[in-house]
């Protein structure tokens, strides 16, 4: 299994020592999105904070 992962999320996941792609953090959605276009992914799985307040915060719990 391939491990693709972005942001914070890479900084956790290179201490356990798999091997994973990483990619950017400040585009990572762009990033994702495509990839997930050219159907190289199986799952995404989106990790979020729940303390933290964000923009789209309204449209995820719809």
Do not use: P
């Not at 900084?11 to 798999?18: D, P, R, S």
């Not at 050219?38 to 729940?50: G, H, S, T, V, Y």
């Not at 923009?55 to 719990?61: D, E, F, I």
């Amino acid at each position: 299994m391939d491990l693709t992962v972005t942001g914070t999320t890479k900084v956790y996941i290179e201490q356990t020592g798999l091997i994973i792609d990483k990619k950017l953090s400040s585009c990572s959605d762009a990033q994702i999105g495509a990839i997930a276009v050219e159907d190289k992914l199986d799952k995404i799985i989106f990790f979020r904070n729940q303390l933290e307040k964000h923009q789209w915060n309204l449209m995820c719990k719809c």
